[in-house]
């Protein structure tokens, strides 16, 4: 299994920014889709964004589209999560997650990491 290290989490004061990185082992990093879910304080977990090995291929979940960028860097083994515009609603633990099947990564996931937290201050 893919041991992955979220960082990049803080706190922020709304409408910054923040980018996430998620450091992944391995040596087949680039044959997994990656993805970021998110848990607020008594809600359930919930996706955020995902992509494939195609890097041109993502999906975002409606309440991030348009302020969020997923992206991959293969020859780091990281994956990124640029957040614009942040919301006192994006306060969460955010995670990365991978699976070499994409359908587990917009869904349950698959191996995850640790979670970095943010704090969007109103």
């Known amino acids: 299994q893919v041991q992955l290290v979220e960082s990049g989490g803080g706190l922020v004061q709304a409408g910054g920014s923040?980018?996430?990185?998620?450091?992944?082992s391995g040596r087949?990093?680039?044959?997994?889709?990656?993805?970021w879910f998110r848990q607020a304080p008594g809600k359930e977990r919930e996706f955020v964004a995902a992509i494939g090995w195609p890097s041109t291929i993502t999906w975002y979940a409606d309440s991030v589209k348009g302020r969020f960028t997923i992206s991959r860097d293969n020859a780091k083994n990281t994956v990124y999560l640029q957040m614009n515009s942040l919301k006192p609603?994006?306060?969460?633990v955010y995670y990365c997650t991978a699976d070499l099947n994409w359908t587990k990564i917009r869904t349950t996931g698959g191996s995850w990491g640790q979670g970095t937290q943010v704090i969007v201050a109103s």
């Not at 923040?18 to 450091?23: G, K, Q």
């Not at 087949?28 to 993805?35: D, V």
């Not at 609603?89 to 969460?92: C, G, I, L, S």
């Open 18 to 24: 923040l980018r996430l990185s998620c450091a992944a």
């Open 89 to 92: 609603e994006d306060t969460a």
């Open 28 to 35: 087949t990093f680039s044959l997994y889709a990656m993805g």
